[in-house]
C-alpha cells in the first residue's frame, strides 16, 4: 500500500515558535506538495517540488519555507509561527506524470498556534 | 483564471437520492479534472477523474459530466448510501505545466 506519514497529527505551538512539519512517502514519487486546508477555503498550496532539493511556491508561500534533502522527506518549515497560521496542513506525493498523475495525501497535521 | 470554482458549500441529501456537486473554471488551457473525497479525520483520495475529450465518465454511482464549452464539470453520486457522507473537492490542472487547483469543496451528508 502507498503510504504518505506526517509525523505529527497535532501540535500545539506558541506564537513565534519555529514549527517543523515533516512528511515522508515510501512510494519513490518525485513530485511532493505541502497544503493548506481551512474551512469554506478548500486546499490551498504552499510549496511544492519536483525533485530533491528543488522548489516552488505556491499560491500562499508568504511565512513558510520547505525543504527537501532527500527524495522520500519534504519538511514544512514555520519560521516563526503565528496564530493565522493555525490550520490543518497535509502533505501530498505524485508520480512524475506531469501534473495529472494522482495524488496521495497523508493523514494531515492539525497545527494549533497560541 | 487559476480559480476552480464549487458549489454548494455543503448539501444534505436522502438516501437513495442523487447528490449533484458543479464546478467551474476560467482557464481553457486546463485538461485534467479530478474529484477527491476526504473523510474524516484523512487525507484527500482520488475518487474519478476525467479529461476534456470525453463528455462524461462513469465509476459505479459515481458520474462526471464534462461541457467543455460551458467550462462546468460536475459529480453525480446516484442512489447516495451514508457511507457516501464525506467532503468532495473538484480540481483542474494543465497537463506537464501547473500543480492540481482544487475548489473549496463540498460537505455532503447523506441522512437515512
Redo the contacts between chains.
Keep these: 500500500d502507498v503510504k ?1 506519514t506526517q509525523s505529527s497529527r497535532y501540535l500545539v505551538k506558541r506564537t513565534g515558535e519555529k514549527v517543523f512539519l515533516e512528511c515522508v512517502q515510501d512510494m519513490d514519487h518525485e513530485n511532493m ?1 505541502w ?1 493548506r486546508q481551512d474551512p ?6 504552499i510549496y ?1 517540488s519536483y525533485d530533491v532539493k528543488m522548489k516552488e511556491k ?2 500562499i508561500p508568504e511565512g513558510y519555507s520547505v525543504s527537501r534533502e532527500k527524495k522520500e522527506r519534504f519538511s514544512l518549515i514555520l519560521e516563526s509561527a503565528s496564530t493565522n497560521q493555525t490550520s490543518m496542513y ?1 502533505c ?1 506525493s505524485s508520480p512524475p506524470t ?3 498523475g ?7 497535521s492539525r497545527l494549533t498556534v497560541l | 483564471q ?1 480559480q476552480v470554482k ?1 458549489s454548494p ?1 455543503s448539501l444534505i441529501v436522502q438516501k437513495g437520492g442523487i447528490s449533484i456537486i458543479n464546478c467551474a473554471y476560467e482557464n481553457t488551457a486546463f ?2 479534472f ?1 474529484w ?1 473525497q476526504q473523510f474524516p ?6 475518487l474519478i ?1 476525467i ?1 476534456p475529450d470525453v463528455s462524461e465518465k462513469k465509476e459505479g454511482r459515481f458520474t462526471i459530466s464534462f461541457n467543455k464549452s460551458a467550462k462546468q464539470f460536475s459529480l453525480h453520486i446516484m442512489d447516495s448510501q451514508p457511507g457516501d457522507s464525506a467532503t468532495y ?1 473538484c480540481a483542474a ?13 463540498t460537505r455532503l451528508s447523506v441522512i437515512a
Excluded: C, H, M, W
Excluded at chain 2, 479525520?41 to 482520488?46: E, F, R, S, V
Design positions: 504518505v506538495f497544503y469554506g477555503l478548500g486546499l490551498r498550496l511544492f505556491g499560491d497535509l501530498a506531469g501534473n495529472t494522482e495524488l496521495f495525501f497523508g493523514e494531515g | 487559476q464549487q458549500q485538461d485534467y479530478p477527491y479525520g484523512k487525507g484527500p483520495a482520488l477523474a479529461r473537492f490542472s494543465i497537463e506537464g505545466n501547473t500543480p492540481l487547483v482544487f475548489g473549496k469543496g
